[in-house]
């Protein structure tokens, strides 16, 4: 684990841009060396991981979800998240939306960018839609967007994607002044992000080092 890494990254990132330190796969007591540092957001991709480390960590730390999204687990991953930044698929959205939750759930939409296969997320226009059409006073709360580049391409073609993600992230809070969050960019990228304004990063090995624990969903 490499703390002088994470005070360098902080003073780069500054306040206006949340990091989310992506702790999936580590040990607790990492994640206790940042929280004793101030730190609080933290971010998992499985659920059963993330229930048992808030089980046993401190209740103020803010627990994002990364992961995907199975229909079957959508009420614990709603119940334990902070903010749930992966929901790529209508089904759901509409999922959460039609569960009528007592208490509000934040959600971002992940925008898919390129045209690989592999990668999830929502097109510009099923997203617009689904912001035009909510309902504002749902408990769930659609806080802003999430965006992963493509692998496998060029720097030129790595800022375009980002740029389009930043100037549709735009034309969202003109629609909708609640949106507020630009979540992209992760070790590999995130100085590219943070030129194209993200609020939000995602950054795992840069802090903790490689993952030593075997994730299950």
Request: hydrophobic content about 35%; aromatic content about 6%.
């Amino acid at each position: 684990m490499n703390l002088r890494s994470y005070n360098r990254i902080k003073n780069e990132l500054g306040s206006d841009i949340c990091l989310v330190a992506v702790s999936k796969g580590q040990p607790l007591e990492k994640i206790l060396k940042l929280y004793n540092l101030g730190h609080r957001d933290f971010g998992e991709n499985f659920l059963q991981e993330m229930l048992e480390k808030k089980a046993k960590l401190p209740d103020d730390i803010k627990w994002h979800f990364l992961g995907n999204i199975q229909s079957n687990k959508l009420s614990k991953i709603s119940d334990t998240s902070y903010l749930i930044h992966s929901v790529s698929r209508q089904k759901i959205y509409k999922l959460l939306v039609n569960s009528k939750p007592k208490e509000s759930i934040r959600i971002l939409l992940q925008l898919k960018l390129g045209l690989e296969e592999t990668k999830a997320g929502l097109s510009e226009n099923e997203i617009l839609s689904i912001v035009k059409n909510h309902n504002k006073d749902s408990k769930v709360e659609i806080k802003g967007v999430m965006a992963i580049s493509e692998n496998n391409i060029s720097n030129a073609e790595l800022m375009a994607q980002f740029e389009s993600a930043e100037n549709f992230f735009k034309k969202l809070q003109l629609i909708d002044n609640r949106v507020e969050i630009l979540s992209m960019g992760m070790s590999n990228d995130y100085r590219e992000a943070i030129s194209f304004n993200t609020n939000m990063v995602r950054l795992g090995t840069l802090i903790f080092g490689k993952r030593k624990i075997k994730n299950e969903g």
